[in-house]
């Protein structure tokens, strides 16, 4: 029987069977058993429920920020883009070493101020503007951006897996996209509310190897599949299937993938995203010490070596298995993971990764949550009301958690009509708010004379750029596509300079100077917006009133000699040789895949 064959007595189009049911059922009683576990710690301050009391290890630091960051980008975003692009979007990962800075610079920073959220150590650094700026950008981000991303990989994954499309209900015939999102939302949203950041961490330590562990056998089946028993022959296939897409390092004249848009655009992302992103950050200051979050920092770094491997290569493996019509394995671009593993595994695993999948998207999901209550609790209520007691902190963070799924669930409303192009939009939505607070957190921390006007000013007009930005791929929604396959076209010498110039002229001509400014690459256009709000903030610094000197104390020179000292004890050879490995494997798979 072939790999991609059904069982023997399997229906048509079946995915699961008992088997898998059995491994689903077990598996959420022990995540039951673990979040219940988690949460027999009552909550009594925001710390508690906030930053699960400052009291997690390393293992859960570096678990939850895996899992955390293990959403829709992965498991549908990455596989379909190695289906589509090769190993094009492999620049995003590879920057994962990038959570070294935060822990080995950032960390011993963040615990020196005690912060529970990033807007508030701007406003340590700056002022109360540039934090009320940065908290109300990042609710938003994560409520319009990152949790619509995951209830629609959720509707990818779960409708892939069942095969199915509509569910009937009392007689009516409904989408499962809805039952999908609202179940999801839901589901999530509950043990968000009850246990807080707690239940994030414990149930990531079970998610994380799950997750990797069902990945290595999508990876392991799929080349077996491909070399017919034989992982060599299977990545040789692989390989000449991907053809130039292997490459990591594209030539100047790529369109889309050029090495001088991609390298320093995707640095500019990754650092905005592993150091100053509540979404992230929020783990490593739930540490009960440096040690314990610089090592769960490392540990993350560690584990973001596999992403290429366990979600990106399965998604060229599944476009070299479109390219056999004898393997009778049929996809589309953004359901490649998922139907590798409901086409090619074995009945019993497929149940097991299944269940890790749907976890790792709740897990996403309750993280986005619970960073979106944290700012609003910390960042706005706090300072309207100083004065509060704990467990009033922990009421208003359940409450915000509650309406943040309500407004998730509405967004529903949005997507489902978007969903098809979403995916390709809040890529770059990134790329377009990540420079100025990367500026901003640069300049801040290393720069002392940088200023709280300058840096609100810098901010204000970043942001404005972002915006602006993206309200011109909005307005080029339709046409965009058709250019960017004529520029394809041409790069590939299928259509002449004058045909092309000829094909993009009516809609040059349609949308005028807004064309011009969509046209210009979107990474491009985030290395620019990085520079002009650098710059702004110089200049304006050097035209304001210096600092006070006691801000000093909130940047990279400003510890004390007994806390230089608590630093450099809390760390030793161990995080040394790992962290070095980090960076020596991905300097070896640049030159791997160049």
């Known amino acids: 029987m072939s790999a991609l064959e059904a069982p023997a007595g399997a229906a048509p189009g079946s995915v699961f069977n008992l088997e898998d049911w059995l491994v689903v059922a077990l598996f959420i009683t022990v995540m039951l058993v673990i979040v219940l576990y988690a949460m027999r710690s009552k909550a009594r301050s925001g710390k508690d429920y906030f930053l699960s009391s400052r009291d997690s290890n390393w293992v859960q630091i570096g678990s939850s920020i895996f899992s955390s960051n293990i959403g829709s980008e992965h498991l549908v975003g990455l596989a379909g883009a190695g289906f589509a692009t090769g190993m094009a979007m492999a620049h995003w990962e590879m920057q994962g070493w990038l959570i070294l800075l935060l822990g080995w610079v950032f960390v011993p920073l963040y615990d020196r101020m005690k912060v529970f959220t990033m807007p508030e150590f701007l406003e340590l650094r700056f002022s109360r503007g540039s934090r009320n700026a940065l908290s109300i950008l990042s609710i938003a981000s994560l409520v319009l951006t990152k949790i619509a991303v995951t209830i629609y990989a959720g509707d990818v994954v779960v409708r892939t897996l069942l095969g199915i499309d509509t569910v009937n209900i009392l007689g009516t015939s409904v989408d499962v996209f809805w039952i999908i999102a609202l179940g999801l939302a839901f589901t999530t949203g509950l043990y968000t509310v009850l246990g807080g950041l707690r239940v994030i961490m414990y149930t990531a330590v079970l998610q994380a190897p799950v997750l990797i562990l069902g990945s290595v056998c999508i990876l392991y089946a799929g080349l077996s599949a491909l070399g017919h028993g034989s992982l060599i022959a299977g990545?040789?296939?692989?390989?000449?299937?991907?053809?130039?897409?292997?490459?990591?390092?594209?030539?100047?004249?790529?369109?889309?993938?050029?090495?001088?848009?991609v390298l320093p655009g995707s640095a500019i992302i990754g650092f905005w995203y592993w150091c100053t992103d509540q979404y992230i950050v929020q783990r490593v200051l739930?540490?009960?010490?440096?040690?314990?979050?610089?090592?769960?920092?490392?540990?993350?770094?560690?584990?973001?070596?596999?992403?290429v491997f366990i979600f990106l290569v399965p998604g060229i493996i599944a476009f070299a298995l479109t390219q056999s019509p004898q393997m009778g394995f049929k996809t589309s671009g953004d359901a490649a993971y998922t139907s590798l593993v409901a086409q090619i595994l074995p009945h019993g695993l497929r149940g097991m990764v299944a269940c890790s999948m749907i976890v790792a998207l709740m897990a996403s999901l309750a993280s986005k949550f619970n960073a979106s209550a944290t700012l609003f609790t910390m960042d706005f209520f706090r300072e309207w009301y100083p004065d509060a007691s704990g467990r009033t902190e922990v009421f208003v963070g359940r409450i915000a958690t509650a309406v943040i799924v309500v407004m998730g669930i509405c967004w529903v409303l949005v997507i489902k009509s978007l969903h098809s192009d979403l995916y390709v939009y809040l890529q770059s939505v990134q790329g377009y708010l990540s420079p100025a607070i990367a500026a901003l957190f640069l300049l801040g921390?290393?720069?002392?004379?940088?200023?709280?006007?300058?840096?609100?000013?810098?901010?204000?007009?970043?942001?404005?750029?972002?915006f602006a930005r993206l309200a011109a791929d909005l307005v080029m929604r339709n046409d965009g596509v058709t250019v960017a396959t004529l520029k394809q076209q041409l790069y590939r010498r299928a259509i002449t300079q004058h045909q092309y110039d000829t094909a993009i002229a009516p809609i040059r001509a349609a949308h005028g100077w807004i064309f011009e400014f969509w046209n210009i690459h979107w990474l491009y256009y985030t290395q620019i917006l990085l520079l002009v709000t650098a710059a702004l903030v110089v200049v304006i610094s050097l035209l304001t009133k210096p600092p006070d000197p006691k801000v000093v104390r909130v940047t990279w020179y400003g510890a004390s000699a007994e806390e230089k000292a608590a630093t450099r004890a809390s760390w030793g050879t161990s995080d040394v040789v790992w962290s070095l490995i980090v960076l020596a494997a991905v300097v070896l798979f640049y030159i791997a895949f160049w």
Not at 235 to 248: D, P, Y
Not at 448 to 459: C, E, L, Q
């Open 286 to 307: 739930a540490g009960r010490n440096q040690q314990q979050s610089r090592r769960g920092a490392i540990l993350a770094a560690v584990l973001k070596l596999t992403p």
């Open 445 to 466: 921390v290393f720069w002392t004379r940088a200023t709280a006007p300058a840096a609100f000013w810098a901010f204000v007009v970043g942001i404005i750029g972002g």
């Open 235 to 261: 990545w040789q296939v692989t390989v000449a299937a991907a053809g130039a897409n292997i490459h990591l390092i594209r030539p100047l004249g790529d369109p889309e993938w050029s090495w001088a848009a």
